[in-house]
């Protein structure tokens, strides 16, 4: 199995001529019937990222998926599929209504276009669209969670991509959607003695691009996550619960903390992301990390 981590290296061995990408870059993405129950009835408001859920969706379809989550106890959801106006396939408002109807919202979507000087008609012509769809759909938030980055890339390249995220973030504003950018790793490395991450966030509008921080992508990076949040509290307005595997499995991540800090942000939308399943069973790996943060005393 395939994870984001491996397709987004692979990604950037095909763009190692340049920063142009071919194509859209997206997230992407057994309970007993009263243990069901009782996950379900949590008051917990906890968030998934459907793209961990990305192979059930290939082999039963959505309305699985979230029927899935809905009994695990997950309330809030961030989307991991656009496509021409679509969302899993679905017009935005039967998608909308299929995730209301379990008992769920959808407040975030991830997906995104790369970008050249050369085809911004094209580029900005599909986020027209795509707001529009995602309008429809009622979200917050639309977040994009790549930008092509290769041992090519300059300070220029990244001031570039600031300015069209800049571009993107006042087009969603006009809809009432806040758009956003999801990091990996990869941004934790410098270019030019300067971190890019911290360029990233230096140098977009902060009224119009927030960041939807994945907490254990900057831990490995080698970043604080809880540093960042305390310092920069503006510029995050959603976060990803992250781990190796499932959800505080590891031991690698101390969530406390940074659980503690979100709330103290006033940081109301976070999503729970699994990219990798311990006994390659999906469902085993989100819901055990469902348990493990609504068993949390720390998780509101």
Not at 37 to 63: M, N, P, W
Not at 274 to 292: I, L
Request: net charge negative.
């Amino acid at each position: 199995m395939q994870n984001r981590r491996n397709f987004l290296k692979q990604a950037s061995l095909m763009l190692a001529g340049g920063l142009v990408a071919p194509q859209l870059l997206s997230s992407c993405g057994g309970k007993s019937g009263q243990a069901a129950a009782t996950a379900s009835e949590s008051s917990k408001y906890i968030g998934l990222q459907l793209y961990s859920l990305r192979d059930l969706v290939k082999e039963e379809g959505i309305q699985k998926v979230l029927e899935t989550a809905a009994k695990m106890g997950y309330k809030n959801l961030e989307t991991a599929s656009y496509d021409n106006g679509k969302i899993y396939g679905l017009a935005p408002a039967e998608f909308k209504k299929m995730v209301n109807d379990l008992g769920m919202k959808c407040t975030s979507a991830h997906l995104g276009q790369a970008f050249t000087k050369e085809k911004e008609a094209e580029v900005m012509s599909w986020w027209d669209q795509a707001i529009d769809a995602h309008n429809e759909l009622g979200v917050k938030y639309m977040v994009q969670p790549w930008m092509p980055v290769n041992d090519k890339t300059t300070l220029d390249d990244l001031k570039m991509y600031c300015d069209y995220f800049n571009t993107v973030g006042y087009k969603t504003a006009a809809a009432s959607i806040a758009f956003g950018y999801h990091n990996h790793d990869f941004e934790f490395r410098k270019i030019d003695d300067q971190l890019i991450y911290d360029f990233l966030l230096d140098n977009v509008s902060p009224n119009h691009v927030f960041f939807e921080m994945d907490v254990y992508w900057v831990m490995m990076g080698g970043g604080d996550p809880v540093a960042y949040l305390k310092n920069r509290p503006s510029q995050f307005k959603a976060i990803h619960i992250k781990d190796e595997k499932e959800i505080g499995a590891s031991g690698k991540m101390n969530f406390k903390p940074i659980f503690d800090q979100m709330y103290a942000n006033n940081v109301k939308d976070w999503y729970v992301e699994v990219e990798q399943y311990t006994n390659n069973d999906p469902v085993a790996s989100v819901q055990q990390s469902y348990d493990f943060l609504n068993k949390a005393d720390y998780v509101k």
